[in-house]
């Protein structure tokens, strides 16, 4: 992982709208990801995992996709709701102990 | 339902002191980890344990250690807190293997004065 700057990137939506969450991963040897929400108060909670060997997942309401050759993941969330407001990681991994290492975050706001 | 435990939600320490945080997992997961979480630089790994009594530095382990004497429990310890060690503590773990899931405690916030 890297670090990054102190901003915490903000994305607003209104209620209803789709959600594009990005996130540029650091170690091309990485062959697993997942994205977490973290509401206030709140540890992460797992969203939706994918495996490199596949570029596209769909969960309920959530897509992952996966670009390798640019080392890029997205979260694309439908029918943005209310309860979808939080901070959003984007977490990788590589071998076989599943230490993830953590993106800075995007704080998604949901207008109502 | 799965859990992880942290033992407190809130600690105010004075810069000196030795400190604790325990977390314990109902899960039988052989993989446990110790995260710390700051505004703007997401998590950041400081120890992590495959099995018990066996353990790995993560990214930044300058100040802490780590105990784990049994499958379900994984301590965090500060030997002489400082004030750049006020942060949020998330505790986490893990199955056997790569590629599944890690599942997090509701985090410690600890104030060191």
């Known amino acids: 992982g890297e670090s990054v700057g102190l901003h915490l990137p903000t994305l607003s939506v209104q209620e209803g709208d789709n959600s594009i969450i990005n996130c540029a991963y650091s170690?091309?040897?990485?062959?697993?990801f997942i994205w977490y929400k973290q509401e206030s108060g709140k540890g992460p909670q797992f969203i939706i995992d994918?495996?490199?060997?596949?570029d596209k997942r769909q969960g309920q309401r959530v897509t992952v996709l996966l670009n390798k050759t640019v080392k890029h993941l997205s979260l694309q969330i439908a029918a943005t709701q209310p309860g979808d407001s939080a901070v959003y990681f984007c977490?990788?991994?590589?071998?076989?102990?599943?230490?993830?290492?953590f993106g800075s975050g995007t704080k998604l706001n949901v207008k109502p | 339902d799965v859990k992880v435990t942290q033992s407190s939600r809130y600690l105010v320490k004075r810069t000196g002191e030795k400190v604790f945080l325990e977390c314990v997992q109902d899960?039988?997961?052989?993989?446990m980890f110790w995260y710390r979480q700051d505004p703007g630089l997401g998590l950041r790994l400081i120890y992590f344990?495959?099995?018990?009594?066996?353990?790995e530095k993560g990214d930044i382990p300058e100040g802490y250690s780590v105990s784990r004497e049994k499958k379900e429990r994984f301590s965090l310890i500060l030997e002489s807190a400082s004030t750049n060690q006020t942060s949020m503590y998330l505790c986490?773990?893990?199955?056997?293997?790569?590629?599944?899931?890690?599942?997090f405690g509701q985090g410690t916030r600890l104030t060191v004065v």
């Open positions: 994918i495996r490199s060997n596949m």
């Open positions: 986490a773990s893990s199955g056997e293997g790569g590629h599944t899931e890690a599942f």
């Open positions: 899960m039988d997961h052989e993989n």
């Open positions: 170690n091309s040897a990485s062959d697993y």
């Open positions: 344990s495959y099995d018990v009594k066996m353990k």
């Open positions: 977490a990788e991994s590589f071998g076989n102990f599943n230490k993830f290492y």
